[in-house]
């Protein structure tokens, strides 16, 4: 199998405009209708969530129908909490079917006070399995400016190192397909939101952190053999020597990427609620990391020398 | 040759260092060799911002770090009175102090007594209760002392078992305060909200003797004149409670008996420098300089946090597993070489946690450490790849699989630069969960590169010196014939 990624790049190009024109839609939809472009968890907006199982002796005969939604609500509304959005979650693994009440920030006396009514209520709760967070609204601000602060200086620490190692050009594009993996993964995870009601938290922008360092490896490895191809025979056409460097490179991108992707599935699947969309947003984010760094950032280098010739590229100290 | 040997040596016997390192705490007493974090042990965690007041209005500035500096001396008190085994009290920012309480039973009275400004009260021994007062006190006061000796001794030895201890006797002391102590006295609504000020002070010049200097605000001045007042002369205490524990109880002289101790201020003496200063910051952990808040509570069951670390231990092996498998299949005897190398990464890597002094161990540190098992596969691949490039170029063995190595070097160097320049900009803006998941791909990315490089290398050239194991076909599908006469040909 050999890709033809030169010839065929318009195609790549505009699959990947494709999804990312889906993304931006997503989020100014979202925008418009939750105020924020994808839906915030409480890390980014403060609130109180409470996540509380029924306590049952026998977890595999669990009557998760004493968990009943008006009761709940009633008992939310007397303590003046009516805004609240309450879930009845399913059981996992040993733990119990939980009611999570998600309101604004409550402080320990009103947690108490509503876990004591809503036990009279609706019965005893396991108070061993149950979780409880509560983020004031300041940390959410400075989770967010940190968090993008985090993703231009790595961004920037990358261009840099890339732009000593390599030349100017190659770190421009290489950034130019972190961009575009960020990016998907953001817009894809707004769709989630708006479909699914899927939240990001702060380890969404771990895991947007975490792609930006694991995927520009493809680009970068991709961009070594270019490199190491000219360095050969630099009158080769750049065409050409691309196509080659992603075809001799396409056995390593693919198989990197699927055991990567084969741990991340496992935590997917095993790893529990917290976890969870960590791996999917992570799964997302290096399978477009691949996908940019065979199909996006080698055409555009491609594209770049072709159109400016090779004379006219600055060549950095130390090449 | 003896390089190699030497080289396996070493790689045996660190793998071996390794397990021990993991197995032992296990075998011995069955309990995790890791730290564990509060999401994956249970517990609260609670992050304290600290915010600017009327007399400080810049918590960034030298006075302000100070009063930071002050307020989380004082939680790290109201901490230690919690009972809970191994508290972390830690600055976090300049202007956040993180408190994690693992096991604790009741995360709600941790909440609140850890925001609540003010739990020093000043009560008034009621009358006819003297015998009785002096009886329980005399046997009483001993314990306090000794608190105070094990309080100096943890600051200065760090030793985490007197903590338990302290923690133990600070239980008792509050256990005997509320039983005896609690219906011997008034309360006066004198708080710690109406003190201003606490320091030790030496009494006269002898040097041996020392007082605690106490200064009310306003409301507090003279309600502590009415108090001292009805006190003086009668033999009666003033019950100094920190948190509903008896922690002084001193007697007013029968000189103020007219009027109380006026002017706002009160000297408590005969102390020791110690116990003066130990009471000082007792007083001050009834006031902050500046007003706290909770910003964050996560509180996780004891039991889901047990469910956790469950269910990622199966993630994790699964994942691992299937990478396994799948290096075998694929790239056959150098794959079934990386996968002995892969889990020699995985013991090194699980070891370093043991090692590193702090680390705690959190789910997305557990998720750090299984993706950086996927990572570690790719300086393999980086290389298998590399050799099967020069194996179908024609080349020699020997010279295929050194050739893999040399030519993929550079391609893993700069993939691994560019994680770790990611992870630096993680750990920077991270904090506690964040952190720690930037730390364990750290040294994922470090310890494999030193797996893939070092421990591959050298059990591939043992394994080519076995000659039976030396055929093309066990490295690459379909490999061209090679004669001797090639190899000669290939620097």
């Keep these: 199998m050999r890709l033809q990624?030169?010839?065929?790049?318009?195609?790549?190009?505009?699959?990947?405009?494709?999804?990312?024109?889906?993304?931006?839609?997503?989020?100014?939809?979202?925008?418009?209708?939750?105020?924020?472009?994808?839906?915030?968890?409480?890390?980014?907006?403060?609130?109180?969530?409470?996540?509380?199982?029924?306590?049952?002796?026998?977890?595999?005969n669990c009557k998760a129908d004493v968990l009943n939604?008006?009761?709940?609500?009633?008992?939310?509304?007397?303590?003046?909490?009516?805004?609240?959005?309450?879930?009845?979650?399913?059981?996992?693994?040993?733990?119990?079917?939980?009611?999570?009440?998600?309101?604004?920030?409550?402080?320990?006396?009103?947690?108490?006070?509503?876990?004591?009514?809503?036990?009279?209520?609706?019965?005893?709760?396991?108070?061993?399995?149950?979780?409880?967070?509560?983020?004031?609204?300041t940390m959410g601000k400075q989770l967010f400016t940190s968090g993008l602060l985090a993703l231009l200086v790595s961004f920037a620490g990358i261009a840099l190192y890339l732009s000593f190692r390599f030349q100017w050009d190659y770190a421009v594009f290489a950034i130019v397909a972190l961009l575009h993996d960020v990016l998907i993964t953001v817009g894809i995870f707004s769709i989630l939101g708006l479909a699914f009601g899927i939240e990001v938290d702060s380890l969404f922008i771990v895991a947007l952190l975490t792609i930006v360092g694991f995927s520009v490896n493809d680009t970068v490895v991709i961009y070594d053999r270019v490199r190491e191809v000219l360095a050969v025979d630099p009158s080769r056409s750049i065409n050409d020597v691309v196509d080659d460097a992603v075809n001799q490179t396409l056995g390593r991108s693919i198989n990197t990427t699927m055991t990567t992707l084969l741990t991340l599935t496992s935590i997917f699947i095993f790893g529990g609620e917290t976890l969870k969309f960590f791996a999917l947003a992570l799964i997302i984010g290096f399978a477009m990391g691949a996908y940019s760094s065979i199909f996006i950032a080698s055409t555009l280098l491609a594209w770049w020398r072709n159109r400016s010739g090779s004379l006219v590229v600055p060549v950095v100290v130390g090449e | 040759m003896a390089r190699q040997r030497w080289l396996?040596?070493?790689?045996?016997?660190?793998?071996?260092?390794?397990?021990?390192?993991?197995?032992?705490?296990?075998?011995?007493?069955?309990?995790?060799?890791?730290?564990?974090?509060?999401?994956?042990?249970?517990?609260?965690?609670?992050t304290l911002q600290v915010k600017p007041s009327d007399t400080i209005?810049?918590?960034?500035?030298?006075?302000?770090?100070?009063?930071?500096?002050?307020?989380?001396?004082?939680?790290?008190?109201?901490?230690?009175?919690?009972?809970?085994?191994?508290?972390?009290?830690?600055?976090?920012?300049?202007?956040?102090?993180?408190?994690?309480?693992?096991?604790?039973?009741?995360?709600?009275?941790?909440?609140?007594?850890?925001?609540?400004?003010?739990?020093?009260?000043?009560?008034?021994?009621?009358?006819?209760?003297?015998?009785?007062?002096?009886?329980l006190f005399n046997q009483y006061?001993?314990?306090?002392?000794?608190?105070?000796?094990?309080?100096?001794?943890?600051?200065?030895?760090?030793?985490?078992?007197?903590?338990?201890?302290?923690?133990?006797?600070?239980?008792?002391?509050?256990?005997?305060?509320?039983?005896?102590?609690?219906?011997?006295?008034?309360?006066?609504?004198?708080d710690g909200r109406n003190l201003k000020e606490a320091f030790a002070q030496p009494l006269g010049s002898a040097g041996d003797d020392w007082q605690v200097d106490i200064r009310f605000d306003?409301?507090?001045?003279?309600?502590?004149?009415?108090?001292?007042?009805?006190?003086?002369?009668?033999?009666?205490?003033?019950?100094?409670?920190?948190?509903?524990?008896?922690?002084?109880?001193?007697?007013?002289?029968?000189?103020?008996?007219?009027?109380?101790?006026?002017?706002?201020?009160?000297?408590?003496?005969?102390?020791?420098?110690?116990?003066?200063?130990?009471?000082?910051?007792?007083?001050?952990?009834?006031?902050?300089?500046?007003?706290?808040?909770?910003?964050?509570?996560?509180?996780?069951?004891?039991?889901?946090?047990?469910?956790?670390?469950?269910?990622?231990?199966?993630?994790?092996?699964?994942?691992?597993?299937?990478?396994?498998?799948?290096?075998?299949?694929?790239?056959?005897?150098?794959?079934?070489?990386?996968?002995?190398?892969?889990?020699?990464?995985?013991?090194?890597?699980?070891?370093?946690?043991?090692?590193?002094?702090?680390?705690?161990?959190?789910?997305?540190?557990?998720?750090?450490?299984?993706?950086?098992?996927?990572?570690?596969?790719?300086?393999?691949?980086?290389?298998?790849?590399?050799?099967?490039?020069?194996?179908?170029d024609g080349k020699t063995l020997y010279q295929s699989v050194k050739g893999g190595f040399t030519n993929a070097f550079s391609s893993i160097l700069d993939s691994n630069v560019t994680t770790i320049i990611a992870c630096a900009a993680l750990y920077w803006l991270g904090t506690g969960l964040v952190r720690g998941f930037a730390v364990t791909l750290t040294m994922g990315v470090l310890i494999s590169m030193f797996t893939a490089l070092t421990c591959s290398r050298t059990l591939l050239f043992y394994v080519l010196s076995i000659p039976a194991l030396r055929k093309p076909e066990f490295f690459c599908p379909n490999p061209p014939a090679i004669t001797a006469s090639q190899s000669s040909e290939v620097v």
């Design chain 2, 218 to 392: 306003a409301e507090g001045g003279l309600k502590f004149a009415d108090m001292t007042k009805r006190l003086a002369g009668t033999g009666r205490s003033i019950g100094v409670f920190l948190d509903d524990t008896l922690i002084s109880a001193p007697n007013v002289g029968i000189e103020f008996a007219q009027n109380g101790i006026t002017g706002g201020g009160a000297s408590i003496s005969r102390f020791t420098l110690d116990t003066a200063n130990e009471l000082a910051i007792q007083f001050k952990s009834g006031s902050l300089p500046v007003p706290i808040e909770i910003a964050e509570n996560r509180v996780v069951g004891a039991s889901l946090g047990q469910d956790s670390v469950q269910r990622s231990v199966y993630a994790g092996l699964g994942g691992i597993f299937l990478v396994l498998v799948f290096m075998v299949l694929y790239y056959r005897l150098p794959g079934a070489i990386a996968s002995v190398a892969l889990v020699i990464y995985a013991l090194l890597n699980l070891a370093a946690f043991v090692l590193l002094p702090g680390f705690v161990l959190t789910l997305p540190g557990i998720a750090g450490f299984i993706l950086s098992v996927g990572m570690a596969v790719d300086a393999n691949v980086l290389i298998f790849e590399r050799t099967r490039e020069e194996i179908r």
């Design chain 1, 69 to 137: 939604l008006e009761v709940i609500r009633k008992v939310l509304d007397e303590q003046g909490l009516g805004g609240s959005s309450v879930q009845i979650v399913e059981a996992q693994g040993n733990k119990p079917p939980a009611v999570s009440i998600r309101s604004s920030s409550l402080d320990a006396g009103q947690r108490e006070k509503l876990q004591k009514t809503l036990t009279e209520k609706i019965g005893a709760f396991d108070m061993a399995r149950s979780s409880s967070e509560t983020v004031g609204p």
């Design chain 2, 141 to 190: 006061r001993p314990l306090i002392n000794q608190e105070t000796a094990l309080r100096k001794q943890i600051k200065e030895l760090k030793k985490p078992e007197d903590r338990a201890t302290l923690a133990a006797l600070s239980i008792e002391l509050k256990k005997v305060s509320q039983q005896s102590f609690t219906e011997l006295f008034n309360k006066t609504g004198i």
């Design chain 2, 8 to 46: 396996l040596g070493f790689i045996i016997s660190l793998t071996a260092a390794a397990l021990f390192l993991l197995l032992n705490p296990i075998l011995k007493s069955g309990t995790s060799p890791f730290r564990l974090g509060l999401d994956l042990q249970g517990g609260s965690q609670i």
């Design chain 1, 5 to 60: 990624v030169i010839q065929q790049r318009k195609l790549w190009w505009g699959i990947s405009l494709a999804i990312l024109v889906a993304g931006i839609i997503s989020m100014l939809i979202s925008w418009k209708t939750i105020g924020a472009p994808l839906r915030p968890s409480l890390d980014f907006v403060g609130g109180t969530r409470l996540e509380l199982p029924i306590a049952c002796p026998d977890p595999k």
């Design chain 2, 57 to 135: 209005k810049d918590i960034s500035s030298p006075e302000g770090q100070k009063a930071v500096g002050d307020v989380e001396r004082v939680i790290a008190d109201r901490v230690n009175r919690l009972g809970v085994s191994e508290p972390l009290v830690q600055r976090v920012g300049n202007d956040k102090i993180l408190v994690q309480l693992a096991g604790i039973k009741d995360p709600y009275e941790a909440e609140s007594l850890l925001g609540r400004a003010a739990q020093l009260e000043f009560r008034e021994q009621k009358a006819g209760t003297e015998d009785k007062f002096q009886a």
